[in-house]
């Protein structure tokens, strides 16, 4: 039985360890971003903490996001939040920019902020174009 101890005891580490968002204590966050009442297909949606690593996602076409927190682990640190709300500039082939479609106080400008808890989280954002 003592040969095998090592072996069960690395397996404890190893479980207790795990790959759960909650040993980073990060809390899960989803949400909605809509435009004039309208979904906001490919919108970059940052939250911004106080103190910390931020976290991101991408709204799908139905204007639904989740936050990425690093690789593989889903979600943000608790606390206060700056919110940056973006679509993603492009060159064009003549050398050009696209330009940001979301007015600058929903990101350069944020006007958002949100408290995440423990816990799931739900924050939709319904930005005005004017």
């Known amino acids: 039985m003592l040969r095998y101890l090592p072996c069960l005891l690395l397996l404890a580490i190893a479980a207790s360890v795990g790959c759960s968002s909650n040993n980073l204590g ?4 989803t949400g909605t971003v809509t435009m004039d009442q309208k979904p906001l297909a490919g919108g970059r949606v940052q ?18 996001y ?3 927190y690093i690789r593989d682990v889903m979600g943000a ?3 206060q939040h700056k919110v940056r709300i973006t679509t993603d500039v492009l060159e064009l082939p003549n050398g050009r920019e ?10 350069r400008n ?8 423990e816990g799931s989280n739900v924050f939709d954002f319904d930005l005005k174009s004017k």
Do not use: H, Q, W
């Not at 991101?56 to 139905?62: F, L, Q």
């Open 47 to 64: 939250f911004f903490p106080t103190d910390g690593r931020p976290s991101s996602g991408v709204t799908d076409a139905s204007g639904t």
């Open 77 to 79: 640190e608790p606390g």
């Open 26 to 29: 990060v809390s899960a966050v």
């Open 110 to 117: 944020t006007e958002l902020m949100v408290e995440v808890k």
């Open 98 to 107: 696209t330009r940001e479609t979301i007015p600058t106080r929903y990101n």
């Open 66 to 68: 989740e936050l990425n």
